[in-house]
Structures are given as C-alpha cells and as structure tokens.
C-alpha cells in the first residue's frame, strides 16, 4: 500500500528550529519527485519545497519565502524525505504535508498540488 506517513511537528518559538520527516511506504523516495506543502488556517495549501527523483539533476525547489531558512533532504536508507526548518517565524505556522504523484520525476509538477499521495500532515506552531 503506497502511504506517506509525516511526523516532527510541534510548537518552537520563534527563530527556533524543527525538522519533519516524511517515511515513505509502498515505494521508494529516490524514484520520484516528493514535496512538502502547508495550509495555514483559513488559507489555501502552498508548496515549500520539492526534491526531484534521483534520475533527474535539479536543485531542490523552495518558494522564495523559505529560501535560506529551509532545506529539504532524502535518505534512501530510511526511505524518508526531511524538511529541516531554521528561524522558524510565526508566519510559518501551518499543517504541513508531503505528496507524491507516483509519476513526476521533477518538481514541476509537483508543485501544481494537484497529486495523487498524500500523508495526514503534522501541525508546526510557531510562537512564543
């Protein structure tokens, strides 16, 4: 059964840090292009970032207001992809969730939120 599982989520005070993980079931995280995304309340689900299959040579993917703070990974050992958040802000809080499509390779249509795989999200709460 193909599922994403994510976990790493809490409450961390501003300028804090925190880094979520995302253990893939059913297949295997180098074959496919994965993403991180999140939904604030009241607000529509945004991409984060996105790291691409191992047969495609592209830089991961981040929006512009994570860049510098956020940097996604992937362990093929664990099988897990992780998005490690530094500074964290208040605006960062948010469900997050990784997706997959069991398609793309690369990002670009990952970031399209349009996929097929989803995990049940992990909520980060940045405050002080």
């Known amino acids: 059964q193909v599922q994403l599982v994510e976990s790493g989520g809490g409450l961390v005070q501003p300028g804090g840090s925190l880094r979520l993980s995302c253990a893939a079931h059913?297949?295997?995280?180098?074959?496919?292009?994965i993403g991180w995304f999140r939904q604030a309340p009241g607000k529509e689900r945004d991409w984060v970032s996105c790291i691409g299959s191992k047969s495609v040579y592209h830089s991961p993917y981040y929006r512009d207001s994570v860049k510098g703070r956020f940097t996604i990974s992937r362990d093929i050992v664990e099988n897990k992809v992780f998005l490690e958040m530094d500074n964290l802000k208040a605006e960062d809080t948010a469900k997050y969730y990784c997706?997959?499509?069991?398609?793309?390779?690369?990002?670009?249509?990952?970031?399209?939120?349009?996929?097929?795989?989803w995990g049940q999200g992990t909520l980060v709460t940045v405050s002080s």
């Open positions: 997706a997959t499509d069991l398609y793309y390779t690369d990002c670009a249509g990952i970031t399209t939120g349009i996929l097929d795989v």
């Open positions: 059913g297949f295997t995280v180098d074959d496919y292009a």
